[in-house]
Structure formats: C-alpha cells, structure tokens
C-alpha cells in the first residue's frame, strides 16, 4: 500500500534527527576536547548515539539521493577516518547491497561470510574497505576526490587539537561503527554459515533492552530485516504490517 512507502514528510523528519544526532556527538566530542567533560563520557555517549544515528541514516538512505540532502550529509562527517567515503557512495553501495544480498556480488559480503570473528575484523575496517573497493571499481571522481580532501583535512585538523581525547573518541566511534556493521551485514545475512536475510537473532528481555535504548522504530529495522529486504521502500515503523516472510 502507497500509504506504507516512504515520502517527502518521512525524508524531511529523518534528515532532521540525523543532523541532530550529529549534533549531540559533536557537542560531546566539543566538550570533551574543551576540557569540560572527562573523555571517559564518549565511552558511554558515542556508542548510544551513533547507533542511533546509524539506524536513522539507513531508512534516510532509502527516501533520499544525494542531490536531495544537505551538503553536510554528503560529506559524512563523523571523524571515523582520514580516508572515508561519503553519502552518494554509501547509498550506492546500500542499494547494491539490496539488489545482491549474500552473493558474490553483494559489496558487503566481505562482512557477511566467515565466523563472526573474522567478520567484526573485517567490519572494524569497513570505512577504508569501502573507499578502497569503491576507487578500484569506479574510479577516483572529482566530486569524490574534493570531498575526501575535505574529509581527511578536517580529520587530521580536529585530532591535533586535542589527540589524547580524540583517540578515545575515535576508538568509541571506530567500535562502535564496527558493531553496526557487524550486526546489519553478518548478524542478519549469515545464520550458522548459511547466508540469507534473517531477523535479529535475540531473546525477549534484550530486545526490550534495545528498544529502551533506540526506540522501537529503530529497533525495527532489525527485528523485520526479512521484510526490509523484501519490501525497502516501506518505512522501518510499518514492515510489521506487512504479510510473514515464506508464509
């Protein structure tokens, strides 16, 4: 139903709570190279808001093209790493991702296959994985070339102001990056070796746990992930709505 897609409204909304929660992280990040907060916090504060923030960015990339979000989407600011890509390359990899799920041409498969293991290492260095694989697939672009620049000019620029707190941030985002994409690509596309889509494997009181933490809208991208797939341009909040996968 057309009721149950993604618009204009759901773009406008998801646009505002991920520059929101950019915002809560800088302020953190700020604080703490300030002196004003005890870097220890970002242990606690990065990880609950980028998770957050990365569920919020998955259903933004399903509603909006680059061409249609603020320039400070595109270029993906979080200080992950000197050498990231940014929003266009991210969507295009998701809806790669989509078309390809677990198969050899899936982008993200170096995350999926293997033990779990394995696959946390491999989705520890996504970020350099990702612009590694996308340079040798499609070339280094101006656009791509400019907003890299920007990217690791700000990076190298924000860690000499205060390194010693900046490596503690980095290291709760670079965990914390790491364990979303560990989750989105291994946890639910590899159960036990075999490769599909599947929801999140996890007991009633953790899920409860979860949702206390991102809220059930957020949560639900996890939990009906074989509806996501089987429907992605449904919005997170309505896939439960829709008919039980191989019923």
């Known amino acids: 139903p057309r009721d149950l897609l993604r618009d204009e409204r759901d773009a406008r909304r998801y646009t505002r709570l ?3 929660l950019v915002a809560v992280i800088y302020a953190a990040l700020g604080l703490a190279l300030a002196g004003w907060i005890r870097a220890t916090w970002l242990w606690l504060i990065v990880p609950l808001v980028y998770l ?3 569920l919020a960015l998955h259903e933004l990339l399903h509603v909006c ?3 249609s979000v603020p320039a400070f989407h595109r270029l993906t600011l979080l200080f992950e790493s000197p050498f990231a890509l940014g929003y266009r390359e991210h969507r295009a990899i998701h809806f790669a991702h989509h078309r390809f799920t677990a198969t050899d041409h899936d982008p993200e498969q170096y995350q999926i296959v293997g033990g779990p293991v394995r696959a946390f290492a491999m989705a520890l260095v996504s970020p350099e994985h990702a612009l590694v694989r996308w340079i040798r697939t499609y070339g280094l672009s101006a656009t791509l070339a400019r907003e890299a620049t920007i990217r690791a000019v700000l990076f190298v620029a924000v860690a000499a102001i205060a390194p010693r707190v900046f ?7 670079r965990i914390s990056v790491g364990l979303a994409s560990f989750v ?6 590899n ?3 075999e490769l599909g889509t599947f929801p999140l494997p996890a007991s009633p009181w953790f899920l409860r746990l979860l949702t206390a933490a991102f809220g059930r809208e957020a949560l639900t991208i996890l939990t009906e992930h ?4 089987l429907w992605p341009r449904v919005r997170a909040r309505d896939l439960p709505l829709l008919p039980v996968p191989h019923a």
């Open 18 to 20: 991920t520059l929101g």
């Open 65 to 67: 093209p680059a061409e």
């Open 226 to 229: 074989e509806r996501h797939h």
């Open 191 to 193: 159960h036990h070796g």
């Open 167 to 173: 490596v503690v941030y980095w290291l709760a985002l």
């Open 52 to 54: 957050r923030l990365a």
């Open 184 to 189: 989105f690509h291994h946890v639910l596309h």
